[in-house]
């Protein structure tokens, strides 16, 4: 049925539609509201961001971006893959990495071309090609206009970001947008790299809106966990 | 509390697998250690202690019969355990046959060299102990176990009747153990009686003489060279009850008494001499008188005085005759101031007589008291001799007591040798026991289980508890709020491979 869906539908010819498992879909909402429905965050757009790699920041944002933009919302959602070291949306979501973040920026060109439709209300960017000099792309210019030109054409920007730890670019973006998310992978993170991310973020300006524990283990069994 | 409460069922709960995994491990361990570790026979041997009333002469305090058989049963688990009595058990056990008194110490010593480590093991097997637990002191018996420990190899195991030689093997061990124990018992005792007589005739006895001689010596020296003729004096001084100080006292108190009179005597012939002078120093002669100590002590003093009498008498009674008799008058009143000047001249010699014999006596008293001082000095000089004198003959009588207490204990401890040639102080009550062929004993499996559950428990709570204090992961929202100060936005469990269905 979705098939038909996809093939009936002209308006997203390059990309294939996807969806969250229910069980993810009824979690990610729970975040997204307790995002963005609780005042927390100044603007619509946030940083998604890790202290160390492969703690999920990008299944994060992707699960954020997939649960804010269902249908019935009628929110417009980008979501833009900024993790330039090691980008790692479009294979998640199946989608080409060129063109993307990269092209636009290093030719100073215009956002919609990059943007790979994934629904009627969720766009994505994806990196691009990301062989050039990556920090020169950060600090130009041209990211600020780039963004400001996402958040004025969507309801909410969600952002992915290289981990804080290992690369200045979630500081640096940190500056731009603000508000950041915190992913910390569950009994595996120390808490000293969640407090020097953290620190390093809000050195630039940014504001740590909260703390998303992934992969959270939950020990303590059912029938004791009821007394005590 | 509830917290700390939750706080710990997480730390268990999220180490359970490896708490469960140490308590498998360390019990399985337990057991299949206590399962095959080697079983042994048992061969007892009880014997009563007699510990030996014979004390040591050198030894001043008796110690209590208790401390005395608890160090006796000691000395004995020593003697036991000694590679000697081992060697010697071993040896015979090999099938040594020298006959008489058991293998000799060379062979025994060759013995030991050779197999130190079969040594160490055998000595495992061997324990003393005394009913009551080891350090019972109420009793006179103690034990020797041997447990022999049954054949491992699986050649043993195979030949038939193992078991029965193995027991059989114990129970002869024990048998050894008790001969060559016995008879190094035996030996020491001999050695150590000896050893001490030894000490005692050659040491103490040769100190207590040595001691005896040179107080002796002394004591003469001392004669001879301080006392000389002074020790007649000395020892009727001090055999004559109050002794020095009765005779000081009495020659000095005559001295005395003759310096006093003398004293008197000078006095007196003083005041003489001051009233010749007054009389002497009268012009006319015929104003003379005479002192009464004059008169008694010169006659001639008083013949004149007689005389001079004798002649005022005549001149009286011439008087009136004068006319007639002048020149006879004349001769009288011519003698009679002859006899006065005569007075005069006697007095004047009396006087220098006097003036002698003060000079005399004076000097005589001087002597005297120069005399009483000498007498004085020699009189302590002789108490200082007479106590020197005491105090050697003292240390020579104690040197003698010494000797004599010493002779006499050289002879109690050639006694005590001579009795410990044939020491009977340990009886064997029970031989060595034969030990059931078809059981041998074998560890307790469910105490040792239990011993290493309690440990494994422990360690598996401080393994738990030490791996969560020393892991700084953060665990869940309250550690991440505790830590960071940040609010936990939500939590994603595990969802699996994929949480993205794409299309």
Not at chain 1, 26 to 48: C, D, P, Q
Request: with cysteine; glycine share 6%.
């Amino acid at each position: 049925m979705m098939t038909v869906m996809t093939e009936t539908n002209p308006e997203m010819p390059t990309s294939s539609k996807a969806s969250l498992k229910p069980r993810a879909d009824e979690i990610f909402r729970g975040l997204w509201a307790s995002l963005f429905y609780s005042g927390r965050t100044g603007g619509k757009s946030v940083l998604v961001c890790s202290s160390g790699s492969g703690e999920g920041s990008s299944t994060v944002a992707c699960g954020l971006a997939l649960a804010g933009s269902e249908p019935a919302s009628g929110a417009r959602v980008a979501l833009v893959d900024f993790n330039l070291r090691n980008p790692s949306l479009h294979r998640i979501l199946k989608l080409k990495q060129s063109p993307g973040v990269c092209d636009v920026i290093i030719n100073n060109g215009q956002p919609e071309t990059a943007a790979q439709v994934l629904s009627s209300t969720l766009d994505v960017y994806t990196a691009g090609d990301v062989s050039g000099r990556l920090l020169d792309v950060l600090r130009g210019e041209t990211v600020q206009r780039f963004l400001d030109t996402l958040s004025g054409g969507y309801d909410y920007v969600v952002v992915d970001v290289a981990p804080a730890n290992q690369f200045p670019d979630a500081q640096v973006l940190a500056g731009l947008i603000k508000d950041v998310v915190l992913v910390a992978y569950t009994e595996q993170t120390p808490r000293e790299a969640v407090a020097q991310a953290k620190k390093r973020l809000e050195a630039n300006g940014g504001k740590l809106v909260g703390l998303t524990l992934n992969m959270r283990t939950y020990p303590i069994p059912k029938f004791l966990y009821r007394h005590v | 509390m509830n917290r700390t409460l939750r706080e710990i069922v997480r730390i268990l709960a999220s180490r359970f697998l490896g708490m469960v995994l140490i308590l498998v491990v360390m019990l399985g361990a337990a057991g299949v250690v206590t399962w095959f570790s080697p079983r042994w026979y048992r061969s007892e041997t009880t014997l009563l202690a007699k510990p030996s009333r014979m004390v040591n002469p050198l030894e001043q305090q008796q110690i209590a019969n208790r401390d005395q058989v608890s160090l006796f049963v000691a000395t004995q688990r020593e003697i036991i355990k000694s590679d000697d009595v081992l060697a010697a058990a071993l040896l015979q056990l090999d099938g040594w046959d020298g006959g008489g008194e058991g293998p000799s110490d060379q062979e025994i010593r060759q013995y030991i060299d050779q197999n130190t480590t079969k040594m160490r093991q055998v000595s495992g097997y061997v324990n003393v102990v005394t009913p009551g637990g080891p350090d019972a002191t109420f009793t006179q018996t103690f034990t020797i176990r041997v447990d022999w420990p049954e054949q491992r190899s699986e050649a043993a195991k195979l030949a038939t009747g193992s078991d029965v030689l193995a027991a059989r093997k114990a129970q002869a061990f024990a048998q050894h153990l008790v001969k060559a124990y016995l008879h190094r018992y035996v030996q020491l005792e001999r050695q150590r009686a000896s050893a001490g007589t030894k000490f005692l005739t050659e040491k103490s006895l040769a100190a207590a003489r040595t001691m005896l001689d040179s107080a002796t010596a002394e004591l003469q020296a001392f004669i001879d060279q301080e006392l000389k003729g002074d020790l007649l004096q000395l020892i009727n001084m001090a055999s004559t009850g109050g002794g020095l100080e009765t005779g000081e006292a009495s020659l000095k108190t005559g001295a005395q008494a003759q310096i006093n009179a003398m004293d008197a005597r000078l006095k007196e012939l003083r005041t003489l001499q001051k009233v010749l002078d007054t009389e002497l120093a009268k012009k006319d002669s015929a104003e003379l008188v005479v002192p009464d100590a004059v008169t008694r002590g010169n006659s001639s003093v008083g013949l004149l005085q007689e005389k001079i009498i004798r002649l005022k008498l005549r001149l009286n009674e011439l008087q009136p005759r004068y006319t007639e008799a002048y020149q006879e008058l004349r001769n009288v009143k011519a003698e009679l101031a002859e006899a006065r000047s005569d007075l005069r001249d006697q007095l004047t010699k009396q006087r220098t007589r006097t003036e002698q014999e003060i000079t005399l006596l004076s000097s005589r008293r001087d002597e005297l008291a120069s005399h009483v001082a000498q007498s004085q000095k020699r009189v302590d000089d002789l108490a200082a001799k007479a106590a020197n004198y005491q105090r050697l003959q003292r240390a020579v009588t104690t040197a003698q007591g010494i000797y004599d207490a010493e002779r006499q204990r050289v002879a109690s401890a050639v006694t005590a040798e001579q009795l410990a040639s044939n020491p009977i102080l340990v009886t064997v009550l029970g031989g060595p026991s034969r030990p059931d062929p078809v059981r041998p004993r074998r560890p307790i499996v469910w105490l040792n289980m239990l011993v290493a559950l309690v440990a494994a428990v422990i360690i598996a709570l401080a393994y738990a508890f030490l791996a969560d204090h020393f892991d700084h992961s953060i665990k869940g929202v309250g550690d991440a709020e505790r830590y960071l100060g940040v609010p936990v936005l939500g939590s994603i469990p595990k969802l699996g491979r994929g949480i993205v269905r794409v299309r």
